[in-house]
C-alpha cells in the first residue's frame, strides 16, 4: 500500500512551453502533498506544500507564478512549470502524506525534465 | 531550526561487508527520524522511522538504525551488504509537532564493489 505514481517520469520541452507534473496517490487520501526539487548529487529542497482545497505554500525564493500547483482532490496534485526555461531543468518528486499516517512522507518517482 | 548532518558523502564497501550510514540531527526536542533510499532517477524509498519507543528500528532490506538521544544520531546499518544496495541514502527528520516539513540531510552515495 501508499503507492504514490508521479507522471510524466521523464519529459522534454522546447524553452517557453508549459509542463504540467502529475502526482497520484493511487491506494490512499491525501490532504497534503509535497513538491521538491533535486539538482545533480545534491539533496532534496522543498518547493511547496500542496493541501487539498486551498492554496500551495511556498517556499522562499521559489516563483509561485512559475510554479503553479493545483491540489484539486485527495488524491491528486499538480505541478505545473510555466514557460519553463533551461534552468528549470531537474528532477521533480512529489510526496503525499496519508491522512491517517500523518509523519509519514510518500514519494513519487520522480519526474526528469529537460528545457531545451 | 531542524538540521541532519550526513557527515560522509561518499562511502564504497565490499559485497557482503558490514554498513554503517552516519547521521546527526539538531531538533530542540525528539523529531521523527527517518532514511529513505534512492535508486538513480528514481523517487525515495522509505527504509524505516523512529518515532519512539525502541531506540533499534527494523527496515526493510535487512537495514536497521538506532536512534540515541545522547548522540543526536540515527546511524543506519546492514550486517551484510549487497550490490543491489548501492544507492543514495538520505536521512531526514520531521517536526514531531505533526506532519510538518521534512529536512533531508545531503545524501550518502553508497557504492558496492564485488
Known amino acids: 500500500g501508499a503507492v504514490v505514481s508521479q507522471h510524466p517520469s521523464r519529459v522534454i520541452c522546447k524553452s517557453g512551453t508549459s509542463v504540467k507534473i502529475e502526482c497520484r496517490s493511487l491506494?490512499?487520501?491525501?490532504?497534503?502533498m509535497f513538491w521538491y526539487r533535486q539538482f545533480p548529487k545534491q539533496s532534496l529542497m522543498l518547493m511547496a506544500t500542496?493541501?487539498?482545497?486551498?492554496?500551495?505554500?511556498?517556499e522562499q525564493g521559489v516563483e509561485k507564478d512559475k510554479f503553479l500547483i493545483n491540489h484539486a482532490s485527495l488524491t491528486l496534485s499538480t505541478l505545473t512549470v510555466t514557460s519553463a526555461h533551461p534552468e528549470d531543468s531537474s528532477f521533480y518528486i512529489c510526496s503525499a502524506v496519508h491522512t491517517l499516517a500523518k509523519n509519514i512522507q510518500y514519494f513519487g518517482a520522480g519526474t526528469r525534465l529537460s528545457v531545451l | 531550526a531542524q538540521s541532519v548532518t550526513q557527515p560522509d558523502i561518499h562511502i564504497t564497501v565490499s559485497e557482503g561487508a558490514s554498513l554503517e550510514l552516519r547521521c546527526n540531527y539538531s531538533y530542540g526536542a525528539t523529531p521523527y527520524l527517518f532514511w529513505y533510499v534512492q535508486s538513480p532517477g528514481q523517487g525515495l524509498q522509505l527504509l524505516l522511522k523512529y518515532f519512539s519507543g525502541d531506540t533499534l528500528v527494523q527496515g526493510i532490506k535487512g537495514f536497521e538504525a538506532e536512534f540515541k538521544r545522547s548522540q543526536s544520531s540515527f546511524n543506519l546499518r546492514k550486517p551484510s551488504v549487497h550490490w543491489s544496495d548501492a544507492a543514495e541514502y538520505f536521512c531526514?527528520?520531521?517536526?514531531?509537532?505533526?506532519?510538518?516539513?521534512?529536512?533531508f540531510g545531503i545524501g550518502t552515495k553508497l557504492q558496492v564493489i564485488p
Open positions: 500542496s493541501n487539498e482545497g486551498s492554496k500551495a505554500t511556498y
Open positions: 531526514a527528520v520531521v517536526n514531531s509537532g505533526g506532519y510538518q516539513k521534512v529536512t
Open positions: 491506494d490512499f487520501q491525501a490532504t497534503t
